[in-house]
């Protein structure tokens, strides 16, 4: 069936750094991708997201582009602050077909920590 | 303003007994998902419905019960055969097919006492 794996965390930064988050993907279908954010004790916000082949989405500093031939969505962003700390979580739902269709699939989350 | 409720925040539950969840959207759309967060595991899918009078069990639907009489409300109960109750569980809406984002709730956090 359809699956996210996200790089193993806790991700741990200082302030400005370079941010990758990497987020791989398997499908039967043509799947939408998207990144999620979950600040402490809240429920998940949509980040950004793609939904074909070689779509980049952006919001907030952050990209991510959907890469059809390595099956990828890498999350980066050039600058990291302290008030990005949080969970990350990459997901697909495919609209197409295939065992995500009607719903979202999620990846594990990373955690992510950046320090001043 | 649209958004989607969840309530209680915290919820505490003796051992042996059933609980319900409240999940509550004013956006008008026709998919609801309840999803349980565990650390380390990320969101697992307990139940989803793609429209009234009809829900589908997720990856973990053992232990748990739903409900989808209107199109605004996806009420969960977690009965006592769900062995592990506590966790953060966190209710969704979007349109359907979901080829656009999900809105989550605020969650509640169940805790056995």
């Known amino acids: 069936g359809d699956s996210v794996t996200q790089m193993e965390g806790p991700v741990t930064l200082s302030e400005e750094a370079f941010l990758t988050i990497n987020c791989t993907y398997t499908?039967?279908?043509?799947?939408?991708l998207f990144w999620y954010v979950q600040y402490p004790g809240e429920g998940l916000q949509l980040l950004l997201k793609?939904?074909?082949?070689?779509d980049k989405g952006s919001n907030k500093g952050f990209e991510a582009t959907y890469r059809k031939e390595t099956t990828s969505f890498h999350l980066e962003k050039g600058s990291v602050q302290v008030s990005d700390s949080a969970v990350y979580f990459c997901?697909?739902?495919?609209?197409?077909?295939?065992?995500?269709?009607?719903?979202?699939?999620f990846g594990q989350g990373t955690i992510l920590t950046v320090h001043p | 303003d649209g958004g989607i409720t969840q309530s209680p925040k915290y919820l505490f539950r003796k051992e042996g007994q059933n609980v319900t969840l409240s999940c509550e959207q004013n956006l008008n759309h026709d998919a609801m998902y309840w999803y349980r967060q565990d650390p380390g595991q990320g969101l697992r899918l307990i139940y989803y419905s793609q429209i009234v009078n009809d829900f589908q069990k997720g990856d973990i639907a053992e232990g748990y019960s739903v409900s989808r009489e209107k199109k605004e409300s996806f009420p969960l109960t977690v009965t006592s055969a769900q062995k592990n109750p506590t966790a953060f569980y966190l209710c969704?809406?979007?349109?359907?097919?979901?080829?656009?984002?999900?809105?989550f709730g605020q969650g509640t956090r169940l805790t056995v006492v």
């Open positions: 969704a809406s979007s349109i359907f097919p979901p080829g656009t984002e999900a809105f």
């Open positions: 793609a939904t074909k082949a070689d």
């Open positions: 997901a697909l739902s495919d609209p197409t077909g295939g065992t995500s269709y009607g719903k979202l699939t």
């Open positions: 499908a039967t279908g043509y799947p939408s």
